[in-house]
């Protein structure tokens, strides 16, 4: 089955305790991004990689980083956690689609990684 | 300001009747593209709907439609028949310009919260 995971599903966490969320995607995707949703705001994007190696900031990137050894995977790692990142998370990677007029990338997203930071 | 911007916080509907969700958008970008996902209480995003800047019909996905008025700047989300599987969180997003990191960014509105009565 074609999808993207994420691990862990919830984390409750303190500050300034070092942690990873692990991203997955089995569709050979080249493009994977984080983004954060918090209430009232909608989701924003925190980084982004076009492909192994390459990647690149997004909206709100303070306090995150991003690495991407192989292409299947892009984690994010939060390496001193603060309350204001108590958050919604999701990992996306997307696709070149033809719709019924034109063509999109079509994003693919994880289930959430819902983190507490006390 | 506000990229993308959703001014109904949250809204009710009864069960059979069509539903109108609100989007408006702001970019200088000549090529863009608008999407929808729900997001059901589940937690996961899911994609709905999307229509190009260049496209001249409207998008429309089963009991999903968008009204685009590229003038306005508008690009509302019309679900018809509304069932009690609706209830949800909608949010509208934009991706803007070209090239593989503009083409796969999105920029998403606050959100409309949906609650369909029986």
């Known amino acids: 089955e074609a999808q993207v995971t994420q691990n862990p599903r919830y984390l409750i966490t303190v500050t300034g305790k070092k942690l990873t969320v692990t991203c997955s995607q089995n569709?050979?995707?080249?493009?994977m991004s984080w983004y954060r949703q918090d209430p009232g705001l909608g989701l924003r994007q925190i980084y982004y990689?076009?492909?192994?190696?390459?990647?690149d900031k997004g909206d709100v990137p303070e306090g995150y980083k991003v690495s991407r050894k192989e292409k299947r995977n892009f984690p994010l790692i939060l390496e001193s956690p603060s309350p204001n990142q108590t958050s919604l998370y999701f990992c996306?990677?997307?696709?070149?689609?033809?719709?019924?007029?034109?063509?999109?990338?079509?994003?693919?997203f994880g289930p959430g990684t819902r983190l507490t930071v006390l | 300001a506000q990229k993308i911007t959703q001014t109904q916080p949250g809204m009710f509907v009864q069960e059979k009747e069509a539903v109108t969700l609100d989007c408006t958008y702001d970019?200088?970008?000549?090529?863009?593209?608008l999407f929808w996902y729900k997001q059901p209480s589940s937690g996961e995003m899911i994609f709905l709907i999307y229509?190009?800047?260049?496209?001249?019909q409207n998008a429309t996905e089963g009991r999903y439609s968008l009204n685009f008025q590229k003038a306005r700047k508008s690009a509302n989300l019309v679900i018809s028949a509304s069932q009690l599987g609706d209830s949800a969180m909608y949010f509208c997003?934009?991706?803007?310009?070209?090239?593989?990191?503009?083409?796969?960014?999105?920029?998403f509105g606050g959100g409309t919260r949906v609650l369909v009565k029986p």
């Open positions: 996306a990677s997307s696709v070149r689609t033809s719709g019924t007029f034109s063509s999109y990338n079509e994003q693919f």
């Open positions: 569709m050979n995707h080249e493009y």
């Open positions: 990689s076009m492909n192994v190696e390459v990647t």
């Open positions: 970019t200088s970008d000549q090529s863009y593209g």
């Open positions: 229509q190009g800047s260049y496209d001249e």
């Open positions: 997003a934009m991706r803007e310009g070209r090239g593989k990191a503009a083409g796969n960014k999105l920029t």
